[in-house]
């Protein structure tokens, strides 16, 4: 969907993740005892990087990153875990002000989770970033954008990026109580919300093709060019220009569902990176978010470009 030379940034946040599985998620006020943890790679800015370079490393795409770390110890995690995906990291930028972004996640039996976020340097991004990336983002074919850092930054990095015809793809997440700023809207290509931010930004719960219909239609009202609507272990609903779809899931055993959305946008950008089409753009990205369910962690789930090639083609034939 770009003429410019293929590569993909994903501008926003880096975390480390510790992570627990529980037999199921506690109650307020409960504590629950858990039966391992781990420490990972994650924040939704750097899954989305991290993701779209290990689908890179296998159809010659570049990715960048782009946002800020501490100087602590879990910055210095944060890059060690980052270079084997092979994301360019030129323009991940060390705060010594403040510490590097932490999320405690607790997974159940289900596969399902719940996920408390200190953002930390993440939160002190400013229009100083956007300067010290202007050429990057200019350059860029696909921007990720996620809602891991301030908002009103989230806001001028689009408008910069859109000034400069990159294709803008956000990820509403975790979307706002109040919805998103009609700026936003207005600098934005592609939206990707899942269930719960589908209801918070239309008012409507997507539990059937014909709700997310409703749902994307009113998206696209708001200043979406291209309107996913991520249903979930339902399947993907999307409306682009005229033309609308549906991509039923794909049969997986799901045992962690960190992360499947990050997998998803970063499928979606390589997609139309590569010039597919957005119906095809679709069903790889949705090949993508299954991938990720069937391994445990965050950024460590995502797939590698032969596993969902040979996924969206196990489709096509049957």
């Not at 990205?285 to 369910?293: F, Q, S």
């Amino acid at each position: 969907m770009s003429d410019k030379p293929a590569h993909i940034l994903s501008f926003g946040s880096v975390n480390i993740d510790i992570t627990a599985r529980a037999e199921r998620i506690p109650h307020p006020g409960e504590t629950v005892h858990a039966a391992s943890y781990a420490t990972g790679l994650g924040g939704k800015g750097a899954n989305q990087a991290a993701a779209a370079a290990r689908l890179g490393q296998g159809c010659g795409l570049s990715v960048f990153m782009a946002g800020r770390i501490g100087t602590d110890s879990f910055g210095s995690l944060s890059r060690k875990l980052l270079t084997p995906f092979g994301v360019d990291l030129s323009a991940l930028r060390e705060d010594p002000d403040h510490p590097t972004g932490v999320a405690l996640i607790t997974v159940d039996n289900k596969a399902e989770n719940i996920i408390t976020v200190a953002g930390g340097a993440n939160m002190a991004l400013d229009s100083s970033d956007v300067a010290a990336h202007r050429a990057l983002i200019h350059s860029a074919s696909a921007l990720l954008l996620q809602l891991e850092i301030p908002l009103e930054l989230t806001v001028a990095i689009a408008e910069e990026a859109q000034h400069a015809g990159t294709l803008v793809i956000v990820d509403p997440a975790p979307a706002p109580a109040n919805g998103l700023p009609d700026a936003l809207w207005q600098a934005l290509d592609v939206i990707t919300p899942n269930e719960t931010e589908t209801r918070l930004l239309t008012g409507i719960y997507p539990e059937t093709q014909a709700d997310a219909a409703r749902a994307a239609r009113k998206l696209k009202e708001r200043g979406a060019t291209h309107a996913l609507v991520k249903m979930g272990a339902r399947g993907v609903y999307y409306l682009s220009g005229e033309r609308e779809g549906f991509v039923p899931p794909y049969p997986v055993e799901a045992i962690d569902t960190v992360a499947a959305g990050d997998c998803f946008n970063a499928g979606l950008a390589t997609a139309l990176t590569l010039g597919k089409d957005f119906g095809e753009a679709v069903h790889f990205a949705a090949a993508c978010g299954a991938l990720a369910t069937t391994r445990p962690g965050a950024a460590e789930s995502a797939p590698h470009w032969q596993d969902v090639v040979a996924m969206v083609e196990s489709r096509q034939k049957a």
